[in-house]
């Protein structure tokens, strides 16, 4: 499938890419890494993810502990990320400011 990446997931990754690398930017760069492997195999196999619409409609989970990363299957060969967060996050209000 194809991958798209929101803007937003792009600012995400910036951010949490910054955030760690105020301690160790070796490790920022391996987080910032494992977050997007972790897309690559997402856009292969994204309904190994399930839905959590409890969260937003036609959103997905797939994890790189300690974050999230929320994605929507668009049409037959997009995938899209749409955030990633930290597991502490509240998402409710999250994704309610989403739209």
């Given at each position: 499938?194809?991958?798209?990446?929101?803007?937003?997931?792009?600012?995400?990754?910036?951010?949490?890419?910054?955030?760690?690398?105020?301690?160790?930017?070796?490790?920022?760069?391996?987080?910032?890494?494992?977050?997007?492997?972790?897309?690559?195999?997402?856009?292969?196999?994204?309904?190994?993810y399930a839905e959590q619409s409890d969260i937003a409609p036609g959103f997905r989970r797939a994890l790189v502990?300690?974050?999230?990363?929320?994605?929507?299957?668009?049409?037959?060969?997009?995938?899209?990320?749409?955030?990633?967060?930290?597991?502490?996050?509240?998402?409710?209000?999250?994704?309610?400011?989403?739209?």
């Amino acid at each position: 499938m194809r991958l798209e990446i929101a803007e937003r997931a792009e600012q995400d990754i910036e951010e949490i890419g910054d955030h760690i690398a105020l301690d160790s930017p070796l490790a920022a760069e391996g987080v910032v890494a494992k977050i997007e492997a972790k897309f690559a195999a997402i856009a292969q196999q994204p309904l190994l993810y399930a839905e959590q619409s409890d969260i937003a409609p036609g959103f997905r989970r797939a994890l790189v502990y300690p974050y999230s990363i929320w994605f929507r299957i668009k049409d037959v060969d997009t995938v899209r990320i749409e955030r990633v967060v930290h597991g502490a996050r509240d998402l409710q209000p999250l994704f309610e400011s989403e739209g």
